[in-house]
């Protein structure tokens, strides 16, 4: 198993990072994953403002058979009572130190500088589909994509909606944030394979 190091992960598993609002569902959904089949899961974690990385070895999960590692990443929430911004802002800080340290330089045989390394994963925003463009969610989507690439929306509580709220508010998340959005609900489980799929054709890609 690959240990942080000053809370970074250095080793070359794909990492798999989820980020969203303070109560869209993060936890929730990251234990329903962490429930699948998982054949080892253990937890480094960090301060309230930091990122909690867990290291999981899968065994014939959605996504096809056999056993592979990776690491899901829990950063911190956003969207406090204190102040949207002002949180955003903050995370922003603990984002960008994390994103900086996984696609950084890895040394060289001689201590150096060696060649730059992509970020190898996926960055997940959360966003509640009851509330499509939220502007705390519209900035968090824009840093991400500053800091390391778009990240795929997942759209939380799909469940709470009607079957032409659904419709509807999935198609405003597509044109605000131009790309499609997974819809999942941690209560009736579904789009939860369907996430494990996404992060097994990436994480075996590699």
Not at 165 to 179: D, N, P, V
């Amino acid at each position: 198993m690959g240990g942080p190091r000053d809370g970074v992960l250095r080793d070359d598993l794909p990492q798999f990072a989820f980020a969203g609002r303070s109560n869209v569902g993060k936890s929730s959904l990251l234990n329903a994953l962490m429930r699948q089949k998982l054949a080892r899961t253990s937890a480094a974690a960090g301060k309230t403002r930091q990122a909690n990385i867990y290291r999981v070895s899968v065994e014939d999960a959605p996504g096809g058979p056999g056993r592979w590692s990776t690491y899901l990443v829990d950063l911190p929430g956003y969207g406090y009572a204190r102040g949207g911004d002002e949180s955003v802002k903050e995370l922003k800080g603990v984002v960008d130190a994390y994103f900086a340290a996984s696609v950084g330089r890895r040394p060289d045989v001689h201590g150096g500088a060696g060649p730059a390394r992509p970020l190898r994963g996926l960055i997940f925003l959360l966003v509640d589909s009851r509330h499509p463009g939220l502007p705390a969610d519209v900035q968090a989507h824009h840093w991400i994509s500053e800091s390391a690439a778009p990240p795929v929306i997942v759209a939380t509580k799909i469940d709470k909606l009607s079957r032409s709220e659904r419709a509807s508010h999935l198609r405003e998340l597509e044109r605000i944030f131009h790309g499609k959005a997974l819809p999942v609900s941690v209560q009736s489980g579904e789009g939860i394979d369907e996430l494990w799929r996404t992060i097994a054709t990436t994480a075996r890609s590699g």
